[in-house]
């Protein structure tokens, strides 16, 4: 399974950005998609998760209520639409899959498919 983020970029503070990433193909070894961050110095966290099928998703405490993760079968697409964006979203985001289990969402060991990340920076 390989994994392709796209669509990140420089934004103001307030400001929205969608990011996306496209999977090869939707197995039952990457029945799980993630969404993780990477800033400077900082561990890889959580961001926002969910299974391809059902409506159920988790998102990270930092995110809550600024953050949507959706997903289109049709195209093997998830995306995340980040509004309300803040400085400390600055980071390298992370596309992920694998077979998880939902107690294990915020594990990164948990997922075994990585895309190469898109970077996001907000910044006046």
């Known amino acids: 399974v390989q994994l392709q983020a796209s669509g990140g970029g420089l934004v103001q503070p307030g400001g929205s950005l969608r990011i996306s990433c496209a999977a090869s193909?939707?197995?039952?070894?990457?029945?799980?998609m993630a969404w993780f961050r990477q800033a400077p110095g900082k561990e890889r966290e959580f961001v926002a998760g969910?299974?391809?099928?059902?409506?159920?998703?988790y998102y990270g405490e930092s995110v809550k209520s600024r953050f949507t993760m959706s997903r289109d079968i049709s195209k093997n697409t998830v995306d995340l639409q980040m509004n309300n964006l803040k400085p400390e979203d600055t980071a390298v985001y992370y596309c992920a899959a694998g077979k998880v289990i939902v107690g294990m969402r915020t594990y990164k060991s948990a997922y075994n498919y990585w895309g190469e990340g898109t970077q996001v920076t907000v910044s006046s």
């Open positions: 193909e939707r197995t039952d070894s990457n029945n799980f």
């Open positions: 969910r299974r391809w099928v059902g409506s159920s998703t």
